[in-house]
């Protein structure tokens, strides 16, 4: 199985300033054939089901705001919030959909500093 | 708007069955693969079950296969996960999960439901 390691477990960031998370996958996610990594980002909120941000390591899901976005290539991505918001507080998980069974990072929990 | 409704959680004993249910609205149902992904209590998440569209490619993580049997009724919409011979480590909410495709593999998965909680326990 693929194994997704993210880093930090935790981040405190401060309102309106950049919160950067970290996603390694165990294996390569990127399909050559296509170019396409096959990663996403969900963002979940206490009590809440977890919510799709970003897929294809950069495709913002639709509804989704422009201060959220995705990089990365191969191995190694990163999910970028630009300007924290009060709203964003929350855990992140990525997920590899290269190969079965689909695995999630272990989640990042970000506060507000 | 795409709605995911779970139900049929509740507490069971190990050894014990039970059978969730996942009334989907809002889009065409038979034009989507579905997953089944859980999240045991304060820990992260863990996919258990993928059905083609069409019911004909069936996928299961190792921890259940052999006890999980995912389905689907295209003419109901509704996708269902039998759970059979169940452990104190199967307690989690199980959350019903759109693919953004028909066959599922390789694709992104988009829309959750809000979860049902199974508890096993004696």
């Known amino acids: 199985d693929i194994v997704m390691t993210q880093s930090p477990d935790s981040l405190a960031v401060s309102l309106g300033e950049r919160a950067t998370i970290n996603c390694k996958s165990s294996q390569n996610l990127l399909y050559t054939s296509n170019n396409k990594n096959y990663l996403s980002w969900y963002r979940q909120k206490p009590g809440q089901p977890p919510k799709l941000l970003i897929y294809?390591?950069?495709n913002r899901e639709s509804g989704v705001p422009d201060r959220f976005s995705g990089s990365g290539s191969g191995t190694d991505f990163t999910l970028t919030i630009s300007s924290l918001q009060a709203e964003d507080v929350a855990v992140y998980y990525c997920q590899q959909y290269y190969s079965f069974p689909s695995t999630f990072g272990q989640g990042t929990k970000l506060e507000i500093k | 708007q795409v709605e995911l409704v779970e139900s049929g959680g509740g507490v069971v004993q190990p050894g014990r069955s039970l059978r969730l249910s996942c009334a989907a609205s809002g889009f065409t149902f038979s034009s989507y693969a579905m997953h089944w992904v859980r999240q045991a209590p304060g820990k992260g998440l863990e996919w258990v079950a993928l059905i083609s569209n069409n019911g004909n490619s069936l996928l299961y993580g190792d921890s259940v296969k052999g006890r999980f049997t995912i389905s689907r009724d295209n003419s109901k919409n509704t996708v269902d996960l039998q759970m059979n011979s169940l452990r104190t480590e199967d307690t989690a909410v199980y959350y019903c999960v759109r693919d953004m495709s028909w066959g599922g593999s390789g694709w992104p998965m988009d829309y959750w439901g809000q979860g049902t909680l199974v508890t096993v326990s004696s």
């Open positions: 294809w390591a950069s």
